[in-house]
T-cell receptor
Framework: DAGVIQSPRHEVTEMGQEVTLRCKPISGHDYLFWYRQTMMRGLELLIY????????DSGMPEDRFSAKMPNASFSTLKIQPSEPRDSAVYFC??????????FGPGTRLTVL | AQSVTQPDIHITVSEGASLELRCNYS??????LFWYVQSPGQGLQLLLK??????LVQGIKGFEAEFKRSQSSFNLRKPSVHWSDAAEYFCAVGGGGSYIPTFGRGTSLIVHP
């Protein structure tokens, strides 16, 4: 099993640009999570899906952030427009209903 | 609401010494508890979990943790630390129907040779 796959691994962009982060969960997992990790705030849950449906997006910081899961094998997290304070490592994780979370390697985003 | 406190931001130990990382949680019912490890530049990896049963849980890489309900704690231990154990360690608590975990701020483990 390839595990949770995230792309890109690194992203450098300029303020105001649109950023799209991608995630492929482990096949068969029915929960998908997006996290953001920073030194200041630690690991924050942004949003999670169950069976492709967004369940709780209360952690999404602003309307500039949006997430979709068009099918069971793909999810995106979009930031538009991006700002320097969005610089962080973004993790995707997936799991079965009663199981442990498996994390992807993360995307390190730098907004200049 | 559930919450997790990891009181130690950094812990420094010598290689071969024993280790204990502290975790205190707040949850109104029986919690599900987890310890994850994050190596630099990597995602989080599960070390061990407690759902029910024996309160002493064995995990990977020689780690164990003990659930103490009376103290609301789930401390992580290892009898002899290796240099490769240097990493960030996260405790998490979850519960309810979907048990979405809440993570602590993490403890950074530094291992001296």
């Amino acid at each position: 099993d390839a595990g949770v796959i995230q792309s890109p691994r690194h992203e450098v962009t300029e303020m105001g640009q649109e950023v799209t982060l991608r995630c492929k969960p482990i096949s068969g997992h029915d929960y998908l999570f997006w996290y953001r990790q920073t030194m200041m705030r630690g690991l924050e849950l942004l949003i999670y899906f169950n069976n492709n449906v967004p369940i709780d997006d209360s952690g999404m910081p602003e309307d500039r952030f949006s997430a979709k899961m068009p099918n069971a094998s793909f999810s995106t997290l979009k930031i538009q427009p991006s700002e320097p304070r969005d610089s962080a490592v973004y993790f995707c994780a997936s799991r079965l209903t009663l199981g442990e979370q498996f994390f992807g390697p993360g995307t390190r985003l730098t907004v200049l | 609401a559930q919450s997790v406190t990891q009181p130690d931001i950094h812990i420094t130990v010598s290689e071969g010494a024993s280790l204990e990382l502290r975790c205190n949680y707040s949850y109104g019912a029986t919690p599900y508890l987890f310890w994850y490890v994050q190596s630099p530049g990597q995602g989080l990896q599960l070390l061990l979990k407690y759902f029910s049963g024996d309160t002493l849980v064995q995990g990977i890489k020689g780690f164990e943790a003990e659930f103490k309900r009376s103290q609301s704690s789930f401390n992580l231990r290892k009898p002899s630390v290796h240099w490769s154990d240097a990493a960030e360690y996260f405790c998490a608590v979850g519960g309810g129907g979907s048990y979405i975990p809440t993570f602590g701020r993490g403890t950074s483990l530094i291992v001296h040779p």
